[in-house]
Every structure is written in C-alpha cells, then in structure tokens.
C-alpha cells in the first residue's frame, strides 16, 4: 500500500513561535500534496494544494503568508505555522496524490496535533 | 458549487448486520468516488475506490455506484464494533484532475 508519514506527531508550542511540519511519501512519488485542517467534531478543510517545484495553490480564506508551504522534492512537502496562536491549534493533516496507471488517489498521512498556548 | 452529500447520522447498526451508508454528488461528470475511514482523533483512510457503474466489492465491503441518480453507497457486511468510525465519501469533479470534493462524513456505529 502507499505510505504516507508526519513529522511531528504531535506539537505543543507557545503563541508566537512557528510550527513546522513535515509530510513524506514513503514508497511512491507525489508531484501533488494536499494539506487538510480539521477541527474537533468538524468534517475536514483543504487549506491548499501543493505541488513539487511551484508554488501551492490556497484555498480561500487561508492566509498564505501564515501557512507556508514549500514542496521542494517528489517526496516532502512542508507546512510552517508562523506566528502560531491559540486559535490555530487544530489537527492538521496531509494527503499525498498517487497516480498508477488509470488509478489517481490521495492517501493520507497520520496527521500532527498542534496546540498553541 | 459542487457538492457531496451524506447523512451525519450517526448511524447505529447491530453487530453482525449490514452497514449501508449513502452520499449523492452533484456533479453529475464527476468519474471517481472514495470511501475513507476516520477513527476519532485519527486520520482518513481509504477503504474504497470505485469508477464505474455498479458494484464493486473487497472482503466485507462493497461500493456501489449509479451515475444516472448520482449516487454513491457502501455496504458494510457483518458489521464488526471496529468498524464505528466515520465515514467520508468524496467525488473528483468533472473539471478536476486531482482535488476531491468531500462529504461532511457519516457516524457510523455498531451496537455488541
């Protein structure tokens, strides 16, 4: 199957400070990678696309200077909260596109808990 | 603005009985549909994907898919206390190579 990983599992950090997460496919190469946020009891929000070598794509709404995102490799993708406050704290999630013949499916990482206090 | 539909139940099911979820789309050139899984507190995880018209099944799974009413189910068969999770249904659109379009999710759980 396709393995998708994060890195951290979980964060705790104080208001202010950044937050950088990491998502990587393991044993398959993604040209696209999606990053989700989800809030407790609330059904999941695609916050923006990224896709290997250009800029992401944001969805509307999110601030793209707060969540940066930089998919450097066919393998890593990397969402950074900066000037995280209490209001960011949410479960943040990452999918990663793989593609195999007429196939085309996002499987999805474990996802990082980040608490801002 | 397209859409994917489901009931948020939850959904309560006797062990042992057939699960049967539902979600309707609206993009009615919509070509792929999944099923994810989602545990509390956990992420999504796929359990199906279908494409074409009909029934396609995997162990005690089966996805079933009608273009024509655009609808798709998925019938869960000797439903298993493990199998209370939620249960998101999501659609590519027509014009999309690669986003989904995601249902809010059903709460399914299975009664002992």
């Known amino acids: 199957g396709a393995v998708v990983s994060q890195h951290p599992s979980w964060v705790i950090c104080k208001s202010g400070t950044s937050v950088k997460i990491e998502c990587r496919s393991l044993d398959f190469q993604a040209t696209t990678m999606f990053w989700y946020r989800q809030f407790p009891k609330q059904s999941l929000m695609l916050m923006a696309t990224?896709?290997?070598?250009?800029?992401?794509?944001?969805e509307q709404g999110v601030e793209k200077d707060k969540f940066l995102i930089n998919h450097a490799s066919l393998t890593l993708s990397t969402l950074t909260v900066t000037s995280a406050h209490p209001e960011d704290s949410s479960f943040y999630i990452c999918?990663?596109?793989?593609?195999?013949?007429?196939?085309?499916?996002?499987?999805f990482g474990p996802g990082t808990r980040l608490t801002v206090l | 603005q397209k859409e994917v539909e489901q009931n948020s139940g939850p959904l309560s099911v006797p062990e042992g009985a057939i699960a049967s979820l539902n979600c309707t789309y609206s993009?009615?050139?919509?070509?792929?549909f999944f099923w994810y899984r989602q545990y509390s507190g956990k992420s999504p995880e796929l359990i199906m994907s279908?494409?074409s018209n009909g029934d396609k099944e995997d162990g005690r799974f089966t996805a079933q898919l009608n273009k024509a009413s655009q609808y798709v189910s998925l019938l869960i068969r000797d439903s298993q206390p493990s199998d209370s999770a939620t249960y998101l249904c999501?659609?590519?659109?027509?014009?999309?190579?690669?986003?989904?379009?995601w249902g809010a999710g059903t709460k399914l759980i299975i009664k002992p």
């Open positions: 999918s990663a596109r793989r593609r195999e013949g007429a196939t085309d499916t996002q499987y």
């Open positions: 279908i494409y």
């Open positions: 999501a659609s590519r659109p027509g014009d999309s190579n690669y986003q989904l379009i």
């Open positions: 993009d009615r050139v919509s070509q792929s």
């Open positions: 990224s896709n290997e070598g250009s800029k992401a794509t944001y």
